[in-house]
């Protein structure tokens, strides 16, 4: 069965780092797209950022909120991907999800594009 692990959540000061790996259990090259989403309290989950890699290539995608402060990146040997958070907001604060999708056939920031999910970790951006 496949299960995807979030951790690296926690507490993170106004303009601090943080940095989240989403584990997967089977082999990563297996999907074309890994994405980390985020629910705040009350809100829709959004995409955050988006690892994807078709045909030989790789592209990476950024919520505009974040664009220049998260870095997406991957590890094929651990089957991990990370998001490098850096001068985090308050606002930033929600639970971060890693999904997985074997073919990226619409937005990468759809929520119904992926069927796989972890179970969420939880990010507070708090002095």
């Known amino acids: 069965q496949l299960t995807l692990v979030e951790s690296g959540g926690g507490l993170g000061q106004p303009g601090g780092s943080l940095r989240l790996s989403c584990v997967v259990s089977e082999n990563i090259l297996n999907f074309e797209a890994i994405t980390w989403f985020r629910q705040a309290p009350g809100k829709e989950r959004e995409g955050v950022s988006c690892?994807?890699?078709?045909?030989?290539?790789?592209?990476?995608y950024y919520a505009e909120s974040v664009k220049g402060r998260f870095t997406i990146s991957r590890d094929p040997a651990r089957n991990t991907v990370y998001l490098q958070m850096n001068s985090l907001k308050p606002e930033d604060t929600a639970v971060y999800y890693c999904a997985a999708d074997r073919s990226l056939d619409g937005g990468w920031f759809w929520v119904d594009e992926y069927d796989t999910w972890g179970q969420g970790v939880r990010v507070t951006v708090s002095s």
């Open positions: 690892f994807h890699w078709t045909e030989g290539k790789t592209y990476t």
